[in-house]
């Protein structure tokens, strides 16, 4: 069965220091996802991974993947309290050719100001 | 314009009422899901449907029972609800690649 692990569960940072989220999963794929969640809100795709190598930048955050290690990190530079918010990475996988998205257990940051 | 819309947005209800979750997504994917997101914020995913068939059933009671009359809609009932279907909701499209998109969540309270 496909796992997908991230850490830190919880992360509490002080606003401008750097800091990397880690996403490992346990089969092989070459597409890896980013989300962001505030408190009772949905999700907002932050990052679309697509094969080795990839490296995705959004202002304070970059996202990169490494399909051979089966690892993406996701990068903060200098916090805001604007970024506190809970991260998950997503795998896909295929099923009778359909996709889906097995997530990861969420990583809540905190920026404390 | 929304792109993936779920009513109700909460959801209140005693143990053993029938309840229904309506999504609709005007992106023109080909694929829409059910997540459920537990209190501890994991999330896991319920069905999948392509093109209006049932792709995935991820070992979900069958009190649950999804229902997608065309492409854009998705619907899920749930029979004789339980106080551990508790939970926030969440439908999705797709394309066959690429991020997913999600509903903004339906939070169901059994009581």
């Known amino acids: 069965e496909l796992k997908v692990e991230q850490n830190p569960l919880f992360l509490s940072m002080q606003e401008g220091k750097n800091y990397t989220i880690y996403c490992n999963y346990s089969?092989?794929?070459?597409?890896l996802y980013w989300y962001r969640q505030d408190p009772g809100k949905s999700l907002e795709s932050l990052f679309v991974?697509?094969?080795?190598?990839a490296v995705k930048q959004e202002g304070r955050l970059m996202a990169s993947l490494d399909t051979k290690a089966r690892l993406s990190t996701l990068h903060i530079t200098a916090a805001v309290h604007d970024l506190s918010a809970t991260y998950f990475c997503?795998?896909?996988?295929?099923?009778?050719?359909?996709?889906?998205?097995?997530f990861g257990t969420g990583t809540r940051l905190k920026v404390l100001a | 314009d929304t792109a993936v819309s779920q009513t109700p947005k909460y959801l209140v209800t005693q143990m053993g009422n029938d309840k229904s979750i309506k999504c609709e997504q005007n992106?023109?994917?080909?694929?829409m899901y059910w997540y459920k997101q537990d209190s501890k914020k994991f999330l896991k995913i319920m069905f999948s449907?392509?093109?209006?068939?049932?792709?995935i059933n991820e070992t979900v009671p069958n009190r649950f029972s999804p229902k997608s009359p065309d492409k854009a809609h998705l619907n899920l009932h749930i029979n004789s609800l339980e106080l551990g279907d508790s939970a926030v909701y969440f439908c999705?499209?797709?394309?066959?690649?690429?991020?997913?998109?999600f509903g903004q969540g339906t939070r169901l309270t059994v009581v």
């Open positions: 997503a795998v896909d996988t295929t099923t009778s050719g359909t996709y889906k998205y097995i």
């Open positions: 999705a499209s797709s394309l066959r690649t690429g991020s997913a998109f």
């Open positions: 992106l023109g994917h080909d694929t």
């Open positions: 089969t092989t794929s070459d597409r």
């Open positions: 991974l697509l094969s080795n190598g």
């Open positions: 449907y392509n093109n209006k068939e049932l792709i």
